[in-house]
């Protein structure tokens, strides 16, 4: 049975692809206490104890707004860290699929990202993740790149969806940026993906792929659906109005691109399938926090 390494296993992506990877694979999930990323030692002998047959390189800095003060851990792990590990990819002969983001680009276009599309970043984590793409282009053949968006996802400690829920659940009004467009992406979808590319994978189909949901999204129009949505679940939410305002309104210490969505043409080709709508996956993963937040609630109560 194939064994696929994947770091950054209690991430929220990390999490889903524990649960999806099982019908193609033996999953042996790694988290920061037994490969610490910033440990280039530690990569080397994790990967070469456990000889896997691809690497899955979920693992990040995904703090955003934080790397634009801590750059030297950002670059740590998201650019020097995934060289190494395709490096070991290399001398292993295995594939390394990693996943990258849609901050590589600068958000002034207006028409949906490709792959081939130039990059230039507007901030230090988009930075440090173009830098790792980099790497893995550099050390690694057999490699697929996979950039994402907007991730949320149920196993995730804090995203876009249940900042929105909290708050939501606290307010009466919140105020949403409404000038940022992109594609919310659930987690469920994203290593649905990921899924079906293992057993797929050959090396002509090796390079740089964007993967979010289909349809595009305000921060603002997410923020309305959330709610929307929960509300239809019985979600008890003392929400009433959601407010649009604009990016100078809600000041953030790292810039973030005004528009920032990806063509999936290339990799639906592959997968032989468009992605799922958002509001789709926002729908899926909303009845499965709800069944676990309202059930575990349920079995306090008895
Ligand atoms: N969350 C989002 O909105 C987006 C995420 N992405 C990318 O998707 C991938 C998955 O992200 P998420 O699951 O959302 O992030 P997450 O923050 O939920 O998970 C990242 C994981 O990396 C681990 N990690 C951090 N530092 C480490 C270290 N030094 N050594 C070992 N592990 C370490 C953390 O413990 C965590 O489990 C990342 O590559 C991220 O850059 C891309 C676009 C958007």
Redesign the pocket.
Known sequence: MRRILV????????QELQKTLAPVGKVIGV??ET????QPDAIRQTINEVKPDVVV??????GVDKAESELELAE???AI?PGIIAQECQKLGIPLI??????VFNGSQSQPYRETDPTNPINA?GKT?LEGEIAIQQNCQNHIIL???????V???V??VKTMLRLGGEREEIRVVADQIGSP?C?ADLAGAITQLIPKFQPEIAGIYNYTNSGVASWYDFAVAIFEEAKQLGWNLKIQRVIPITTPEYPTPARRPAYSVLSCAKISAVLGTYPPHWRQGLRNMLAELYTQTYESTNSIRR
């Open positions: 770091t950054g296993i209690a991430g929220q992506l990390g988290g920061r490969i610490d990323l910033t390189n979920a693992a990040a800095y995904t740590a792990i998201n860290a990693h996943v990258s983001t849609d901050y984590y993740k950039r994402t968006a907007w991730v949320y996802g196993g995730g400690k995203n876009f992406t987690t």
